[in-house]
């Protein structure tokens, strides 16, 4: 049964990579989060640590076959490495080198007014509510995932700190493979409501997500073209 939900965890990296060729930057969480679940439990609900190691080195292989076959492909299309459009090696040089418009860039990616993640989903911010639920109820493991993916992302587009925001667009769509995690997130946070039944809990749940339903209506009503001369005419290689 774990070899199984290994076998589909792998598949479904491998889409979220032919998706979006970023979502490699989070293997390494991924495989954090992994490792941490397989090491909880005691007694019989724990594998041995073979088959512990010997999951992890499965779904380390198989997404390598993933990034490989990607590789090799865009190798033959566009006749150099590349994941997507970008040079892998002139990413990862450029990964592991900070500069002050890198830290620019990742100061601005949570609340810029005009591209902020949590600026365009307010909704989001109550998921750090989460975090002192969990640390409570210590359930460590759903802390990992959120926590690790954030910092890994922006540190991920930071390195195009010319135009981290994404370009003519409403919000940060660069950020949009992440926010199906940080909506996993809430799930605390709905559970904390569940069991108060606090009106005024509920109200203010309520009035956030309001707000994050209104920022969207916003998007859908104003013609991109018409939002997008307005960048331009901000900056002209937005």
Same mark, same amino acid.
């Given at each position: 049964?774990?070899?199984?939900?290994?076998?589909?965890?792998?598949?479904?990296?491998?889409?979220? %990579?032919?998706? @979006?060729?970023?979502?490699?930057?989070?293997?390494?969480?991924?495989?954090?989060?992994?490792?941490?679940?397989?090491?909880?439990? @005691?007694?019989?609900?724990?594998?041995?640590?073979?088959?512990?190691?010997?999951?992890? %080195?499965?779904?380390?292989?198989?997404?390598?076959?993933?990034?490989?076959?990607?590789?090799?492909?865009?190798?033959?299309?566009?006749?150099?490495?590349?994941?997507?459009?970008?040079?892998?090696?002139?990413?990862?040089? #450029?990964?592991?080198?900070?500069?002050?418009? #890198? *830290?620019?860039?990742?100061? $601005?990616?949570?609340?810029?007014?005009? @591209?902020?993640?949590? #600026?365009?989903?307010? !909704?989001?911010?109550?998921?750090?509510?989460?975090?002192? %639920?969990?640390?409570?109820?210590?359930?460590?493991?759903?802390?990992?995932?959120?926590?690790?993916?954030?910092?890994?992302?922006?540190?991920?587009?930071?390195?195009?700190? *010319? !135009?981290?925001?994404?370009?003519?667009? *409403?919000?940060?769509?660069?950020?949009?493979?992440?926010?199906?995690?940080?909506?996993?997130?809430?799930?605390?946070?709905? $559970?904390?409501?569940? $069991?108060?039944?606090?009106?005024?809990? *509920?109200?203010?749940?309520?009035?956030?997500?309001?707000?994050?339903?209104?920022? $969207? !209506?916003?998007?859908?009503?104003?013609?991109?073209?018409?939002?997008?001369?307005?960048?331009?005419?901000?900056?002209?290689?937005?």
């Amino acid at each position: 049964q774990r070899l199984i939900y290994a076998v589909l965890a792998a598949a479904s990296y491998g889409l979220a %990579i032919t998706t @979006k060729e970023t979502m490699f930057a989070a293997l390494p969480v991924l495989l954090l989060v992994g490792a941490w679940y397989l090491s909880e439990g @005691k007694g019989p609900q724990r594998p041995p640590a073979r088959q512990q190691i010997g999951l992890l %080195i499965f779904v380390t292989l198989a997404s390598a076959a993933v990034f490989g076959l990607i590789l090799l492909y865009n190798s033959s299309v566009l006749g150099y490495l590349a994941l997507g459009s970008r040079r892998v090696p002139d990413f990862i040089s #450029t990964f592991f080198a900070v500069t002050p418009e #890198t *830290w620019n860039a990742m100061a $601005q990616m949570p609340f810029n007014p005009g @591209k902020g993640l949590f #600026t365009h989903s307010p !909704i989001l911010l109550l998921s750090l509510f989460a975090i002192p %639920i969990l640390l409570r109820r210590r359930r460590f493991g759903e802390l990992l995932l959120p926590l690790l993916l954030v910092p890994v992302f922006m540190r991920a587009y930071s390195t195009a700190y *010319w !135009i981290w925001w994404g370009g003519r667009n *409403w919000g940060p769509r660069y950020f949009v493979p992440l926010l199906p995690f940080l909506a996993i997130a809430l799930a605390p946070v709905l $559970q904390y409501l569940l $069991q108060r039944r606090s009106r005024a809990l *509920w109200a203010g749940f309520a009035m956030v997500a309001a707000l994050s339903l209104l920022v $969207q !209506i916003g998007g859908l009503a104003v013609n991109l073209e018409l939002f997008a001369s307005q960048l331009t005419a901000i900056r002209e290689d937005a």
